[in-house]
């Protein structure tokens, strides 16, 4: 990301529609071709590590049964399954049968790999997507608000509240709301997605969704307000911004037109790069209200060393931060006319 | 941020008195106590806080007010290896690459992006699982993760101090590469690691403490604020909410206090930003 300042005298400072839409494509294919060493280079690593870790496939694999299996079938388990193999024959396997969709067996959860993501994949979509747009209103909101007077009472009240609350951690932001608002004062369930037995309707989930919602919008708020609050201010102070001050258009327009453009550039960026953030809050958030979610299966594919949930998993989330920073950078890159498409 | 110089000095000297008020607490509390923290009275199960058990008892009857002072030792234990580890790390890769650039510091920088890619707690949930219950492997997963920004900083500062008058003295003197690196590039670049070291105090604290919620981390026996907090999961349900409230403050005023130490150290080392600078 680089802001080109400045352009020479006598050049059009914005390159014309046509130029900057091609700048933006051809952004998107650098950022793919990244992509693909990148998650190779990912899922390598993932093998070769597990290889060298004292974890034994077969012992994942077979679970429990694993003490009462005799050697000899252990033997005839491993030739058959092909985890005697060397780490990188495994992964070339894995990686031939990930190409036509095939990820393997979740032993956690005793399915495909591609029915547990198609199935837990939506409830974390809908986790996660209630909780970003809630942050980033609220972000607006405050932050805009805020910035209205800077060093006022506001300002100082969400400077002081967002960094406080910037230093609780999710799982413990999480505990406690269960702590106070579920068990205290009852005034929502404890976890789950639905009452035990209950069919999952609109009203069943939405009453559900309330508590990890807005504890996972709470721990993303903090980032986007103060980012959000410093680049208002930094465009409000600019010369763009004295100047129309000075000719006497009106505050709304100038709030519009020369302020609001230049601030929500950085901020876009700063949302793209919170969604590894985003997704890690999802996994301690799902996990502690036992939402029916992808980003918990993780914690719980990691506890029971479900490795080919684990690694599909990685590999997903890797991809989906990339999308989301390269979304992010376009963006960005729309809003703000300035800001350079990789150099 | 514009603060003035003494409210910064002031923020400092606080988080200091705060940060010397939580260690004495970790260190001098379970010696005082002279019993052992793991020890379990079932008679005293569940208690709230009273003049005999200041942070109430847990499910076990062990008291809280030593548990949460030897847990708080363990993680801030971990999280100073972490932090010195990932600094090493960064600095290494950092120097490294900001001396020989070209070729190598364009490789190196394409590494750093790909590791600031992860999601940090996704890869030491991963290296986690593989080696279960080992020490090491907490460390390793939170060194592993963190070092990035270290070398991003690290090389920016050789970067400077390679074309800075007295490295071209000493190079045109016949010093050699090595020579060149450790006397003047590494020193360039300590202050800017010392800060970072203080910086990734907390985000060590707070990984090996979600780690170890979410029951990944260090093994039972040596419990950390997070392995405190684990318990606290199933106790807050049947209404003890100090076992929460406890552990959870001495986590979040120490992150807290050291974090207010490194922001205000580093001002202190970096001198201040021109006015009014973009970005």
């Known amino acids: ?343 | 941020m514009a603060e003035s110089a003494p409210g910064r000095s002031r923020t400092l000297r606080c988080a200091i008195a705060v940060l010397a008020a939580v260690a004495l607490y970790a260190l001098l509390v379970p010696a005082l106590a002279g019993t052992d923290p793991r020890l379990t009275d079932f008679a005293a199960a569940d208690l709230p806080p009273s003049p005999a058990h200041w942070f109430g008892t847990d499910f076990s009857g062990r008291d809280l007010f030593e548990r949460t002072a030897a847990g708080l030792r363990v993680s801030l234990l971990i999280a100073t290896i972490c932090a010195v580890a990932a600094t090493v790390l960064g600095l290494a890769v950092g120097v490294t690459a900001g001396a020989l650039g070209g070729r190598v510091d364009g490789l190196v920088m394409r590494v750093v992006d790909g590791v600031n890619a992860l999601p940090h707690l996704l890869v030491g949930i991963v290296i986690v699982a593989l080696y279960p219950g080992s020490v090491v492997a907490v460390i390793a997963s939170i060194a592993l993760t963190h070092w990035t920004q270290v070398a991003r900083i690290a090389r920016a500062e050789v970067r400077t101090a390679r074309t800075a008058a007295y490295v071209e003295a000493a190079r045109l003197a016949g010093a050699s590469g090595p020579r060149v690196t450790l006397a003047h590039l590494v020193p360039a670049a300590a202050g800017q690691a010392l800060v970072a070291v203080v910086l990734l105090l907390p985000h060590a604290i707070w990984h090996e403490s979600t780690l170890s919620f979410l029951g990944l981390g260090l093994p039972p026996d040596r419990a950390s604020l997070g392995t405190l907090l684990q318990d606290a999961r199933a106790a807050v349900l049947t209404g003890s909410w100090w076992t929460l409230a406890f552990p959870a403050l001495a986590l979040v005023v120490t992150t807290l206090a050291v974090a207010g130490a490194g922001a205000a150290l580093r001002d202190r080392i970096t001198p201040p930003l021109p006015q009014r600078a973009v970005r």
């Open chain 1, 1 to 343: 990301m680089t802001i080109t300042t400045a352009a020479p005298a006598g050049t059009p400072p914005v390159p014309g529609r046509g130029r900057r839409g091609r700048g933006i494509a051809r952004m998107c294919l650098r950022r793919a071709l990244f992509a693909v060493p990148l998650l190779v280079v990912v899922s390598l690593a993932l093998f070769a590590l597990a290889a060298r870790s004292p974890f034994d496939p077969l012992a994942g694999y077979l679970g429990d049964r694993y003490t009462t299996v005799s050697t000899a079938d252990r033997q005839r388990l491993a030739d058959e399954l092909g985890t005697g193999q060397s780490w990188w024959r495994q992964w070339a396997s894995w990686a031939g049968h990930a190409m036509t969709g095939d990820l393997g067996y979740s032993r956690a959860y005793a399915q495909p790999v591609t029915t547990v993501m198609a199935e837990r994949g939506p409830w974390t979509l809908l986790l996660s997507g209630v909780a970003l747009a809630c942050a980033v209103l609220a972000a607006a909101t405050l932050g805009l608000w805020a910035a209205r007077r800077a060093g006022g009472l506001v300002d100082r009240a969400v400077t002081v509240s967002a960094t406080l609350v910037q230093s609780v951690p999710p799982f413990v932001l999480s505990l406690a709301s269960v702590s106070v608002l579920a068990v205290g004062f009852r005034l929502f369930p404890v976890a789950g997605l639905t009452d035990p037995g209950a069919d999952p309707s609109l009203r069943q989930v939405s009453r559900h969704l309330v508590l990890p919602a807005a504890v996972l919008a709470l721990s993303l708020l903090p980032w986007l307000v103060l980012s959000l609050r410093q680049s208002l201010r930094a465009a409000a102070e600019s010369d763009a911004v004295l100047g129309a001050r000075a000719r006497g258009i009106p505050e709304s327009v100038v709030l519009r037109k020369h302020i609001l453009p230049v601030a929500l550039g950085p901020f876009t960026t700063v949302v793209g790069l919170r969604l590894p953030e985003l997704l890690v809050g999802a996994a301690v958030v799902e996990e502690v209200f036992s939402w029916p979610g992808l980003a918990g299966s993780l914690v719980t594919a990691a506890r029971e060393l479900d490795f080919a949930l684990l690694a599909a998993l990685t590999v997903a989330t890797t991809l989906l931060v990339l999308a989301g920073s390269l979304l992010a950078d376009v963006a960005h890159a729309l809003i703000d006319p300035r800001v350079g498409r990789d150099g």
